[in-house]
């Protein structure tokens, strides 16, 4: 069974920046494409990027673009999110997701977010 943990958030200023992991255990995380996903207090989980299992394509939600850097190392079942320029919009718990099916591309234009596997979560609040 396949496991995630998400770490990284924190209490941070705006313009400042912070790089949350998501390292997977129980199973490799190589054949599939990862996401990450935030809810912020009172609405509904978002997009926030996608990576494919090689890493050699991207996908980011409009209001992270340029900002939010997705990556991911195989050799340490690891995927990253660089968070650069933060503002207090991107206050949030943050999630990592997989499935076995799902694409990259496919994740960051889904309506609905049914993924297999979820991380718990971690909070990142920015404050002004």
């Known amino acids: 069974q396949l496991q995630l943990v998400e770490s990284g958030g924190g209490l941070v200023q705006a313009g400042d920046s912070l790089r949350l992991s998501c390292v997977a255990s129980?199973?490799?995380?190589?054949?599939?494409?990862v996401g990450w996903f935030r809810q912020a207090p009172g609405k509904e989980r978002e997009f926030v990027a996608s990576?494919?299992?090689?890493?050699?394509?991207?996908y980011y939600a409009d209001s992270v673009k340029g900002r939010f850097t997705i990556s991911r190392d195989n050799a340490k079942n690891t995927v990253y999110l660089q968070m650069n320029s933060l503002k207090p919009a991107d206050t949030a718990v943050y999630y990592c997701?997989?499935?076995?099916?799902?694409?990259?591309?496919?994740?960051?234009?889904?309506?609905?977010?049914?993924?297999?596997?979820w991380g718990q979560g971690t909070q990142v609040t920015v404050s002004s």
């Open positions: 990576i494919t299992w090689t890493g050699s394509s991207t």
């Open positions: 129980g199973r490799t995380l190589t054949p599939y494409a």
């Open positions: 997701a997989t499935d076995s099916y799902s694409s990259a591309q496919a994740m960051s234009t889904a309506t609905t977010l049914k993924y297999d596997f």
